[in-house]
């Protein structure tokens, strides 16, 4: 086509540092027709978000646009006033975070937030908004798509509040919509449904997409052509297929080959030892609803268990019920043999310092106010009663221990770090209670692959070194294969199977895992198309879904 819906031309961005302008982007090109997927990947600090951000004539506080044209539908959106974008944003052009939950407004409703573009653009008034609105949480396959919208975004999980940001986007039919990693904090099942129905979507009315996202698997069912980014410039581009089979640039062939790391497998557990921790018989409930249901499963000294299922399934409620914040309505918790009380409130200091947590988004999990020495020597003076001197030795040695320069980053802010030094950090200010067990929920789903990896290795020398147990949370099972000795399926609040994880993998299986090892993306354009042929969907967006 001669005239691109997007046309972006000679990009650059620069970010400040201090007085001084750095560049972020530089000079990089983008045509984009409309109904056309273009995929961005490339690892963290790439660009991806920078340039989805500059699609939408919009950048970050401390970051300018220092040249080039950012062309939507005839208008330059770098020269453009502040009012002919605000026609446009939210109207024509709709942006899908990858933080749903740093995204919602905490007061307000999901369908309020929802219907507030459609009625301030003139698209729609409230309630033809909200009917609508209700409609695509069907379609996103949310629960209750009658009322999950009238739940505050605390009282839906990430996965769900995720899907609901979708649907947001797309509620006044946007010609461009940029998603920035849109399923990062979805399942494998789930992940499939939302990735069918944003599919589907887009070729039904036409809409133009940029897909951002490290997951090479998923870009391939997305996207018509992909782009490959490494620090602010562009490596290749091509269409999808050619892409995947005949990379030019070493770069990108390094991309495909990633995430090869895998742990041997340990010897089995021996017979009667005494677990590090141990779930007993645990059921749990939110308000008079249980959500877990009699779940029993031990992990021991040195090893790993991975805890897998589509959201909702309980993984993060037994996490919590471990770590005392939510008290079991019937069952218990053991650690090394002795029953820890209930709630962490009645805990002793030792008992609290025994089990620590590493967080999942860790742009949230860190005070962006304190300083990365802070972080990490709050846990040391509290739990070893460290301070002065001594204390900045510890935070310097735990600093040395996730990899980073203690000078160059002991006084830095969040803010001054990329999402895997983030998440070091994370896991620092766990190992600073020195503990023997650590709770790891989802810590690599937001990462790019070349990143996450590294944290894997990471997380593998430190168990190695000290003994360390895990309890691993993820909805990953490429990252299952690659760190886990042992493997917890659960589903609805049930474990459905658990066992060594050599013999997770090797059938027969429970039909439940069966449907989770089914639903990891391959990198083959055909992928989903075939998957929802042999589960029976004819039409991607069809409530047809609703049979997987």
């Not at 070893?384 to 002991?410: C, M, N, S, W």
Request: contains cysteine.
């Amino acid at each position: 086509m001669s005239n691109p819906l997007l046309q972006i031309r000679g990009l650059k961005i620069e970010g400040r540092s201090d007085e001084t302008w750095n560049p972020i982007i530089n000079g990089v090109d983008l045509d984009l027709n409309k109904g056309e997927v273009i995929g961005m990947i490339g690892e963290s600090g790439a660009g991806k978000s920078t340039i989805g951000l500059a699609a939408m004539g919009f950048t970050r506080d401390g970051v300018r646009i220092s040249g080039g044209s950012v062309v939507f539908d005839g208008v330059d959106l770098v020269t453009a006033s502040a009012a002919e974008k605000r026609a446009l944003l939210g109207k024509r052009i709709a942006y899908v975070a990858q933080s749903a939950a740093a995204s919602f407004n905490p007061a307000h409703k999901l369908i309020d937030q929802h219907t507030e573009g459609p009625v301030q653009h003139g698209v729609s008034n409230r309630a033809a908004s909200q009917e609508d609105g209700i409609e695509l949480y069907r379609r996103l396959r949310l629960p209750n798509p009658d009322e999950i919208g009238f739940r505050y975004p605390h009282q839906v999980s990430g996965g769900q509040l995720q899907r609901a940001m979708t649907a947001m986007a797309m509620a006044c039919r946007p010609d461009l919509i940029i998603f920035d990693e849109p399923t990062t904090a979805l399942d494998v099942t789930t992940q499939i449904e939302v990735l069918a129905s944003i599919r589907d979507i887009v070729e039904q009315f036409d809409t133009a997409a940029i897909y951002i996202t490290h997951d090479l698997a998923v870009v391939a069912q997305m996207a018509d052509k992909i782009k490959v980014l490494l620090k602010g410039d562009e490596v290749e581009e091509a269409d999808t297929r050619t892409m995947l089979s005949a990379p030019k640039q070493e770069y990108t062939k390094s991309l495909w080959a990633v995430r090869s790391f895998e742990r041997p497998s340990k010897p089995s557990v021996i017979t009667g030892s005494t677990p590090v921790v141990s779930v007993k018989n645990v059921t749990a409930a939110y308000g008079t609803v249980d959500v877990l249901h009699d779940v029993s499963f031990d992990i021991h000294e040195g090893r790993t268990v991975a805890v897998v299922g589509e959201s909702g399934s309980g993984k993060s409620t037994t996490a919590r019920c471990i770590t005392g914040l939510l008290p079991p309505r019937m069952g218990h918790i053991e650690f090394d043999g002795q029953q820890l009380p209930l709630n962490y409130r009645q805990r002793d200091k030792m008992q609290l310092r025994q089990a620590q947590m590493i967080y999942q988004m860790a742009d949230t999990a860190l005070n962006p106010r304190k300083s990365i020495g802070e972080t990490i020597g709050r846990p040391v003076e509290f739990y070893l009663g460290l301070r002065g001197k001594e204390k900045r030795r510890k935070v310097d040695a735990l600093l040395e221990e996730i990899e980073l320069e203690p000078t160059t980053y002991h006084d830095r802010l969040p803010s001054e770090l990329s999402g895997g030094q983030k998440q070091r950090i994370g896991i620092a200010r766990a190992l600073a209670a020195e503990p023997k067990f650590i709770i790891c929920d989802e810590v690599t789903s937001a990462l790019d692959q070349l990143v996450a990896e590294g944290i894997l290795k990471l997380l593998a020398k430190l168990q190695d070194q000290l003994g360390l147990s895990y309890m691993f949370i993820t909805h990953d099972l490429a990252t299952v294969k690659a760190i886990a000795d042992e493997v917890v399926v659960m589903k609805d609040g049930v474990v459905v199977e658990q066992g060594e994880k050599d013999d997770m993998f090797q059938p027969p299986h429970h039909a439940y895992t069966d449907l989770l090892l089914s639903s990891v993306p391959e990198m083959d354009p055909d992928w989903l198309d075939n998957l929802l042929k042999e589960r029976g969907v004819d039409n991607i967006g069809d409530a047809a879904v609703d049979k997987m």
